[in-house]
């Protein structure tokens, strides 16, 4: 069964900090792999994703994230936070791609940025 | 504006009762999941609709049911109402051809609190 493992529960950062959010997925065959956002009183955004390709992938406002296969890792990072990316944010799995059509998430990390 | 309207936003039911909630997926959508988020916990799948009929379940008891309807929106229903219920329901909508080609657009959420 696939399962979703973020690091962090709570982040707190001054702006301009970078970020980095771990996530970590258990999984052993094809995977799509996401960043969803979801800002205070917002809905669930997604923020990037991984189908396949280039392990680097770049979103929205200015979030990257890195998949090592090796490592069944996807985490999250940015430069250079904004007071504006106070939000909570969840990584989630899709495994084995086909006919399977459910997202598996991690429980969420909420980032504070303060400014 | 999420695309994804659910209806009612908030709701409060006693043990024991039955629930229906409410999804219009985004414009050009043909695909509904439903999602339960319990406090403190990423959104978990309940079920996908698409062409009216359940096309993959997660792990929650037949006391979760659902219908989507011709114009692609759906019913969430839940039966025999636990406090374990409580949770946050989120709907999102996708085209049929899947997560890996179609991400997920989430709704709002209805908040429903069972006493």
């Known amino acids: 069964a696939q399962s979703v493992s973020q690091h962090n529960h709570h982040v707190i950062l001054s702006e301009a900090a970078s970020l980095e959010l771990g996530c970590n997925y258990s999984?052993?065959?094809?995977?799509?792999l996401f960043w969803y956002v979801q800002y205070p009183g917002q809905h669930l955004q997604l923020l990037l994703k991984?189908?396949?390709?280039?392990?680097l992938v770049k979103g929205i406002k200015g979030f990257e994230a890195e998949f090592i296969k090796s490592k069944f890792s996807f985490n999250l990072r940015k430069p250079s936070v904004q007071w504006s990316d106070t939000a909570e944010y969840f990584c989630?799995?899709?495994?084995?791609?086909?006919?399977?059509?459910?997202?598996?998430f991690g429980k969420g990390t909420l980032l504070t940025v303060n400014p | 504006d999420a695309g994804v309207t659910q209806s009612p936003t908030h709701l409060i039911k006693t043990r024991g009762q039955q629930v229906t909630l409410r999804c219009s997926p985004k414009?050009?959508?043909?695909?509904v999941s439903w999602y339960q988020q319990a406090l403190g916990q990423g959104p978990q799948f309940i079920f996908q609709?698409?062409?009216?009929?359940?096309?993959q379940r997660g792990n929650f008891p037949d006391r979760f049911s659902g219908h989507q309807f011709p114009n692609y929106s759906s019913e969430l229903n839940v039966n025999a109402l636990l406090l374990g219920d409580s949770a946050l329901y989120l709907c999102?909508?996708?085209?049929?051809?899947?997560?890996?080609?179609?991400?997920?657009?989430f709704g709002n959420g209805t908040r429903l609190t069972v006493t």
């Open positions: 999102a909508s996708s085209l049929y051809r899947g997560i890996g080609t179609s991400p997920l657009h």
């Open positions: 999984y052993g065959g094809t995977v799509n």
């Open positions: 991984y189908f396949s390709g280039d392990p």
């Open positions: 989630a799995v899709n495994a084995g791609g086909g006919s399977n059509y459910k997202l598996t």
């Open positions: 414009s050009g959508h043909d695909t």
């Open positions: 609709y698409y062409e009216e009929e359940e096309r």
